[in-house]
Structures are given as C-alpha cells and as structure tokens.
C-alpha cells in the first residue's frame, strides 16, 4: 500500500503563487508516475499535471500551462506543483495521485489518492 498526503493548499489572491507537496510513503518502490487532479465546486473532478518518477517526462492540462510546474524528489518521495499566476478558476480542492504502471490524463490508471488539500483563489 501506498499513502499520500497533500500540504500546500490555501487562500490568495488572484496572481499570487502556491507550491503545493505530495509526500509519498509505504510501498513507493513500485510507483511509476505521480499526478496532480482537481475538483471545483460543483464540477467533476480533472486532471490538472503528471510526472514519470524515472525520467520526469509531464503532461499538463491545457488551462494551466506556462503556469504550473510539477516536479519531483524520488529520495524524498515528493512530488511538487508549483502554481504561478493563479486565477479565480483554479479554486479546487487538489488531490495527488499515484499509479505504479502508467503516466496518464486519466483517473483510472492511477492507484492510489490523497485526502486533497483545498485552493482558493480570490479576484
């Protein structure tokens, strides 16, 4: 089993930066890609980032491109987003996410969720 729990989250104003951590732990040896999904209010949930562990190949949502950075530190088993110019409709509950077998856009591939930790951001 693999545990994921999220920190980062907040309140700030439109433009202002968060950095989100995921830290990993338990059977992490065996996962392949990490990810980063949200959830607005009243919305489905959806991919937001993704990273391959092995080489730090990513995948972003289009909408957050050029804003958002997701990376990672495979000794400390933490994976990073970090939120740049961030806009009202980034407000979501973020979740992390592991998969020990594909980096994806989907949810399905992925085995394992954190708790999410909320963002807001006021205009």
């Known amino acids: 089993q693999v545990q994921l729990v999220e920190s980062g989250g907040g309140l700030v104003q439109a433009g202002g930066s968060l950095r989100l951590s995921c830290a990993a732990s338990?059977?992490?040896?065996?996962?392949?890609?990490m990810g980063w999904f949200r959830q607005a209010p009243g919305k489905d949930r959806a991919f937001v980032a993704a990273?391959?562990?092995?080489?730090?190949?990513?995948h972003y949502q289009d909408s957050v491109k050029g804003r958002f950075t997701i990376s990672r530190d495979n000794a400390q088993n933490t994976v990073y987003l970090q939120m740049n110019d961030l806009k009202p409709e980034d407000t979501a509950v973020y979740y992390c996410a592991a998969s020990i077998n594909t980096l994806s856009t989907m949810e399905s591939p992925y085995h394992y969720w954190g708790q999410g930790t909320l963002v807001t951001v006021s205009s």
């Open positions: 990273i391959q562990r092995s080489d730090g190949t990513t």
């Open positions: 338990g059977r992490t040896f065996g996962l392949f890609a």
